[in-house]
């Protein structure tokens, strides 16, 4: 049984920094996406952050460029999320999620979803 794990949300101040963890149980996730999503109040899941399996490659959407960084071990099927210059308007619940193949930003396609860690940034 595949099981996501996040850990590392919290109460910051704008422009704190706080890293998002999430571990991978239940299988080996070679060629999968992992990635990161977050839901506000009142608001529909948005992709934030991707990691190809194979290469390295990473994608963002633009709200978050230049301030968050995804990053992966593979060793230890975890994938983080480094977000530094925290503003009021990333307050959410994040959700990391993975699937088979290419990433997309699109919710539906992927297989497996965590619990979501909740990361509130007031003013």
């Known amino acids: 049984q595949v099981r996501l794990v996040e850990s590392g949300g919290g109460l910051v101040q704008v422009g704190d920094s706080l890293r998002l963890s999430c571990a991978a149980s239940?299988?080996?996730?070679?060629?999968?996406?992992m990635a990161w999503f977050r839901q506000a109040p009142g608001k529909e899941r948005e992709f934030v952050a991707a990691s190809a399996w194979i290469g390295g490659a990473t994608y963002y959407a633009d709200s978050v460029k230049g301030r968050f960084t995804i990053s992966r071990d593979n060793a230890k099927n975890t994938v983080y999320l480094q977000m530094n210059s925290l503003k009021p308007e990333d307050t959410a619940v994040y959700y990391c999620?993975?699937?088979?193949?290419?990433?997309?930003?699109?919710?539906?396609?992927?297989?497996?979803w965590g619990q979501g860690t909740q990361v509130t940034v007031s003013s």
């Open positions: 999620a993975v699937k088979w193949g290419p990433y997309t930003v699109y919710v539906e396609p992927y297989t497996y």
């Open positions: 239940g299988r080996t996730f070679k060629d999968y996406t």
